[in-house]
Structures are given as C-alpha cells and as structure tokens.
C-alpha cells in the first residue's frame, strides 16, 4: 500500500510561484496515477492535475491550465505540481491522491481520472494561501 504525503505549501503574495511535493512511500509507485486536488475554503474538493504512472501523460484543470504543470519522476517516487502567477483564489488545502493502474487504457495513459471517487489512497493535504 502507497502512503502519500505532500510538503511545498505556503503563504505567499499574488504574483508567487510555489512548488509543491508529493512522496510515496511503501509499495512500487509506478504501478499508480496521480491527481491533485484541492480545497478552497468553504468549498468542495476540486481537480488540478493528473498524470499518468509514466509521466508521459498529463492533464491540468481549464481554470490553471496556463500557471499549473505537473510532473513525476518514479525513481524519486515524487509528484510534483508546479504553481506560477498565484492568485488569491489558488488559496486551498491541496492533496494528491493515486490510483492502481488496472486498464489497458490507464497503462497506455489515455484514462486520467479528475473525480474524487475515482482515487482511493490520499495523503493529507499542504496549505497554500496566496494574499492580495
């Protein structure tokens, strides 16, 4: 079993880039994907990002497709997700979470999942709190 465990966040000004981790631990990780997600104060969990086992496949949210990228590197057993330009509204508690890659399809990283129900191991979250 993979245990997920995020650092990098922060209280930053607009404008600030930050970068944040995620390390697994206790199993072969390229055997999963991973998202982030977050939190907004008083919100629901919302996606950012996913990429496949590979690395070779990523998809990031619409709404910081231009600020966001993420990115792994399976021998650091590290998930990365880089933040530029951050805005007040990128303040969250955000949380990467994996999955077992099972499909034909998630091997071939074409099947990168955005639902919160769709990842079942997660780990507890970084703030990031971006001021005006």
């Known amino acids: 079993q993979v245990q997920l465990v995020e650092s990098g966040g922060g209280l930053v000004n607009t404008g600030a880039s930050l970068r944040l981790s995620c390390v697994a631990s206790?199993?072969?990780?390229?055997?999963?994907?991973v998202g982030w997600f977050r939190r907004p104060p008083g919100l629901d969990e919302e996606f950012v990002a996913a990429?496949?086992?590979?690395?070779?496949?990523?998809v990031v949210s619409d709404g910081v497709k231009d600020r966001f990228t993420i990115s792994r590197d399976n021998a650091e057993n590290t998930v990365w997700l880089q933040m530029n330009n951050l805005e007040p509204e990128d303040t969250a508690v955000y949380s990467c979470a994996a999955h077992l890659v099972k499909s034909s399809a998630q091997r071939r990283g074409v099947d990168l999942k955005r639902e919160v129900y769709e990842y079942d191991l997660w780990g507890r979250g970084t703030q990031v709190t971006v001021s005006s």
């Open positions: 990429i496949s086992w590979s690395g070779v496949t990523t």
């Open positions: 206790g199993s072969t990780f390229n055997n999963y994907a």
